[in-house]
């Protein structure tokens, strides 16, 4: 039954509609505003019909345009009905400015009321369907277990999650900060044989190295100063599901030892122990450092990477991801004015292309927190770049396709670049050309015969 919330001092006219409403609805009853707002929080009646004049205030409306305040800033779909006598008109005008939905004038006719009542019911369940079926079509849009993206970059990723889940083989996650490498470990656990075993996250970069051991592994009685019994390990409470290694570049060289037994021969041994106890844990890894460059310089074992790497999923940055920014943000938007109760239509043109801009270095949590902020700190209905941290003018991102090259190649690089794109924007104009980048006409030739590009 649909849930009716009254609001009323009298207690006759709280009677009368109990008995006259109570058949067709689940009837709740509240005297003054305080009642009224610890009900509506407990039950979330989507109708409400509202007597202005509540104690203290009973002559006057400010206690019921308290009240309908409250009520519309926890839940601004509610469908407030503002009962008015005949003399507060005003007022009741004032309470359908606030944001009710409809008033009606005492003394009440219970048919008309119903009439009323079942429209507002009516309009309420049409608005929560809508909502719905837009968060559907959000989903749709989004991929996976909440990962949200429709670049190209994306749908490979989703696939090769579809393709590793049910296969029972390590996995090995790289991507930048921010990039959503535990949301995939927890999405190919969940589409795993596995999904009704642990999910069991370590991060190796936060634990200090001599406590790591034996939160990975567990330890004996005494194994230690201050062991005063047996605990189990991450590891094993992953039997059965799926341990996630969070920062694996950042596990010391010993522990990386026993892991890759454990990887071998599928047993452990707890610190001070001596009996191997059998585990069954897949081990998904991710990283956000390089981990080749690691392995070149002698800080991670080879052999566990190729353990390990089977396969590599590499999530693109954000900033490669196109369209998917505009995707995430109106996501973002959508969730967290909801959350915060706030009314923010969307992003000024000026934001859009700030975030369009911009290098994201980290990535989608980057995104994620800098619209959370917006929202929860605006005034305004539209996000402006202000609102997201942006000062002045958003810098184009890095070029980041010079990363990993020495100095002298990226410069050399992006050199050759700028000569070509000044070139050609001045429709092979030297003297323009170099003058917009600042040399003279004779370096400039001297640059374009250094990077064999030709006069057009
Ligand atoms: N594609 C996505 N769709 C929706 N939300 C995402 C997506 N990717 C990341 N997020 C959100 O971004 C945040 C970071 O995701 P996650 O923790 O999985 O990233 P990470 O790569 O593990 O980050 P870190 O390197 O900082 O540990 C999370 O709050 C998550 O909700
Ligand atoms: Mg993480």
């Known amino acids: ?39 509506f929080k407990a039950q979330h009646p989507r109708v409400i019909t509202l007597d202005l004049g509540l104690p203290p205030d009973v002559d006057g409306a400010s206690e019921g345009l308290r009240c309908l305040e409250m009520v519309l800033g926890l839940r601004p779909a509610t469908k407030v009905i503002v009962l008015s006598g005949n003399e507060d008109r005003a007022n009741a005008l004032k309470a359908v400015q606030l944001g009710a939905y409809d008033f009606y004038r005492k003394p009440i006719e219970l048919t008309e009321l ?9 309009l309420a369940t049409l608005e929560e369907e809508n909502r719905r079926l837009q968060s559907v079509s959000l989903q749709r849009q989004g991929g996976m277990h909440g990962i949200f993206g429709q670049c190209q970059e994306m749908e490979t990723i989703f696939s090769t999650i579809r393709k590793v889940a049910s296969a029972d083989v390590p996995v090995m996650i790289l991507g930048e900060n921010g990039t959503g490498k ?48 047996r605990v189990q390990g991450k590891v094993e409470f992953a039997h059965g599901g799926t341990l996630f290694l969070d920062e694996i570049g950042e596990l010391p060289l010993s522990l990386q030892v026993k892991l890759l037994r454990f990887l071998q021969e599928k047993v452990i041994q707890r610190v001070g122990g001596r009996e191997d ?48 920014i505009r995707l995430l943000a109106g996501l973002f938007l959508s969730r967290y004015s909801n959350e915060f109760n706030k009314k923010i239509k969307g992003f000024s043109a000026a934001s859009e292309s700030a975030m369009k801009r911009y290098a994201w270095p980290g990535n989608v949590r980057e995104l994620e927190n800098k619209i959370k902020r917006a929202i929860i700190m605006t005034d305004s ?64 030739y001297d640059l374009m015969k250094k990077h064999g590009l030709q006069h057009s």
């Open 114 to 122: 119903k009439i009323i009542l079942d429209r507002a019911f009516h």
């Open 277 to 324: 106890i059998a585990i069954d844990a897949r081990i998904v890894a991710a990283t956000n450092v390089d981990i080749e460059t690691a392995i070149k310089k002698g800080n991670f074992r080879e052999d566990l990477y190729y353990r390990i790497g089977v396969i590599n999923l590499k999530l693109p940055p954000l900033r490669e991801r196109g369209d998917d």
């Open 182 to 229: 535990e949301m995939v470990a927890r999405a190919i656990h969940n589409q795993s044989l596995r999904k009704d075993g642990p999910f069991v996250p370590i991060n190796c970069g936060a634990i200090p190295e001599n406590l790591l051991e034996s939160e990975l592994f567990g330890h004996e009685k005494g194994a230690f100063t201050g062991a005063a019994g």
């Open 381 to 444: 209905p539209v996000l402006d770049p202000a609102d997201l941290g942006f000062s002045g003018v958003v810098e184009k991102s890095p070029d980041f396709s010079v990363v990993g090259m020495t100095l002298k190649d990226a410069r050399d690089k992006v050199e050759r670049d700028l000569l070509d794109a000044s070139l050609k924007s001045h429709g092979g104009n030297v003297a323009k050309a170099s003058e917009s980048l600042g040399v003279s006409r004779p370096t400039f």
């Open 1 to 39: 039954m649909n849930k009716l919330l009254i609001v009323d001092d009298s207690p006759e006219i709280l009677k009368q509609l109990k008995w006259g409403l109570g058949k067709t609805y689940e009837v709740l009853l509240a005297e003054n505003v305080e009642e009224a707002i610890k009900i």
